[in-house]
């Protein structure tokens, strides 16, 4: 710039005094980055292609950081839901974390837009994700001939009807071993803290189904060894890692995510290595003697050449499956036995229910399952007001330019769907912070993904592929809890503050008491 220029613009006083040629370069510079950050959506969208065309509302956050702090909290569902009713955004809400580009739907229709439509068929894959190898297993395998090979084995051979019957018995004999424990719990301390209860029973219950062997959870032990595992790996997987959204922090890893999943997978690889071992050992020349087809493991051992995984993949597609069927089950159960604390009468209905279809004693079965409508309406009650994945789970990817009603989304947008606003919606619910079960025995309404006003396991080509599966699981053990004893109020009460981890848990867990009926 000229002097003259200079002198035009800034009298020669104050330019020396106050203001430089830099100092005003900077001024702009930072002029136009606060015009980025200020934008709607924040930094991400302002950086992206999307500029040019209608822009999707939301809020800009802070500089730089945008709305990381929503997902440090734990109630990251709340705070996004008040967010799109005050920005109006309730159908679509753009935000940014960092450089990480979001959308998120409060609303059946954009829900039912976003997960039904080929272009939001990736999710994005977290640090700890791809570090545990989850990148090879179904939840997080890109869309492609792969995900769908998986897909294709575990619904045939895990997810099937007649797979699901057949570990019926089993299921059924758990449920009893969780009755028994609550027994000797309440004799012992008249009391029974349910977490730890359910969680056991339930990752037995996936490990059976998958590995085809159950364990002791004792101070020692395989059983022992595994629940670490499993805790260090939900622990990684829920911790809101900054270089997922900051690219320059990556290679410090601030947190310890990489190095401590690099641990882990070490671990898991000799934990569930000597497991897939084992069911080699047992064949005789690589065939199952078996008739039953064996478990998942053995399914995996079985495939034809070229669609057999190798050992990596098959032991990133067996753990995962302990990660999404173990806690989520075990959770559900816990609020709704909240639930039943809170609601004596909803309590006692049930029960008369199943007094009735099954008696007091006979042991209940799956197949009692379907004349129980009230038990099941608890359920899909429970699944509305407290959804294990209220934002289900992990997101989804626009793996290409996509509009979602009138507004575009780039591709890399990560989407959500904010299911815990929509079963709290009024405008889809009548008095929808009241614990109702009557509702659904007046209106049925689909909880598999067909009706986006309810959809606690997704939609779409990745809607969960274990939900008949977790669902036969509550409603038995659900029934055989009840069938078995009056759930009552401890001391300290029961208290319904959320805590949003890898799932929706209790944030104080459920301490009640469980007072025996056939005594
Ligand atoms: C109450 C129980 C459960 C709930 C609420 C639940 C919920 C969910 C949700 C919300 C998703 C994401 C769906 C989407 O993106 O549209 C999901 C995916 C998944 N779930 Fe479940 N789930 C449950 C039980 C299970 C069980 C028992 C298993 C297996 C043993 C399982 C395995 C999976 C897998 C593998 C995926 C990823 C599917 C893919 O990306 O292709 N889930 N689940």
Redesign the pocket.
């Known amino acids: 710039m000229s002097s003259t220029y200079q002198l035009l613009f800034f009298p020669q006083t104050v330019y020396s005094t106050v203001l430089s040629i830099e100092v005003v370069l900077c001024a702009f510079l930072l002029l136009v980055v606060f015009g980025f950050w200020f934008a709607p959506g924040g930094l991400a969208w302002a950086l992206s292609k999307s500029q040019a065309r209608m822009a999707i509302p939301g809020p800009s956050g802070f500089p730089l950081f945008g709305m990381v702090f929503v997902f440090t909290g734990s109630a990251t569902h709340r705070v996004l839901a008040k967010l799109s009713q005050s920005f109006n955004a309730v159908k679509l809400m753009a935000f940014s974390v960092g450089f990480t580009r979001f959308i998120i739907s409060s609303h059946p229709d954009t829900a039912k837009e976003i997960?039904n439509s080929s272009a939001f068929s990736d999710?994005p894959v977290k640090e700890s994700a791809y570090e545990l190898l989850f990148h090879r297993a179904?939840?997080f395998a890109p869309f492609g001939d792969y995900?769908r090979n998986l897909?294709r084995i575990s619904a045939t051979h895990l997810f099937s009807p007649r797979r699901i019957a057949s570990f019926g018995t089993f299921r059924s004999e758990i449920g009893l071993k969780i009755v028994e424990e609550i027994r000797a719990t309440m004799l012992l301390k008249g009391e029974v803290e349910m977490k730890k209860v359910l969680h056991y029973g339930s990752l037995n219950n996936?490990m059976m189904s998958v590995f085809g062997r159950s364990y002791d959870f004792k101070k020692t032990g395989d059983g022992f060894e595994l629940e670490e595992l499993v805790s260090e790996g939900y622990e990684l997987l829920g911790i809101f890692n900054w270089s997922d959204h900051f690219p320059v922090l990556g290679w410090l890893d601030l947190q310890g995510v990489r190095k401590r999943s690099r641990v882990l997978v070490s671990k898991v690889n000799v934990f569930v290595g000597k497991i897939i071992e084992e069911h080699k050992r047992k064949r005789v020349n690589g065939v199952l003697g078996d008739e039953s087809g064996g478990d998942f493991v053995d399914v995996l051992l079985d495939l034809e050449k070229e669609k057999r995984l190798d050992h990596a993949d098959m032991i990133a597609v067996l753990w995962?499956?302990i990660f999404?069927?173990t806690d989520?089950?075990a959770i559900?159960l816990e609020w709704i036995l909240a639930r039943m604390v809170l609601h004596p009468e909803i309590q006692s209905k049930a029960q008369s229910e199943i007094d009735s279809v099954v008696g007091t004693t006979r042991t209940i079965s799956d197949s009692d399952l379907q004349n129980l409508p009230y038990l099941q309406a608890i359920v899909k009650e429970s699944l509305r007001m407290h959804?294990?994945?209220p934002l289900?789970?992990?997101a989804?990817l626009a793996v290409h330019d996509v509009h979602i009603g009138n507004y575009f989304v780039p591709a890399g947008t990560t989407a959500m769907v904010n299911m815990w606003a929509i079963t709290h919606d009024e405008a889809s619910w009548s008095e929808p912070n009241e614990f109702k079960p009557e509702r659904f025995m007046e209106e049925d309404v689909s909880i598999m993904g067909s009706d986006l006003r309810l959809a606690?396991?997704?939609?779409?080509r990745?809607?969960?592929?274990?939900?008949a599966?977790?669902l036969v699981t509550?409603q038995l053990w659900l029934a055989q809890l009840l069938q078995n004893f009056n759930w009552v109020p401890s001391y300290a009460g029961v208290d319904l503050s959320e805590c949003l981890k890898l799932s929706l848990e209790m944030k104080n867990p459920l301490i009640c008491g469980a007072v025996p009926r056939n005594a």
Do not use: A, D, I
Request: glycine share 20%.
């Open positions: 997960l999710r179904m939840g995900w897909r996936v995962e499956m999404r069927g989520t089950v559900l959804p294990p994945g289900l789970s992990w989804r606690p396991f997704g939609s779409g990745r809607v969960c592929p274990g939900k599966m977790g509550v």
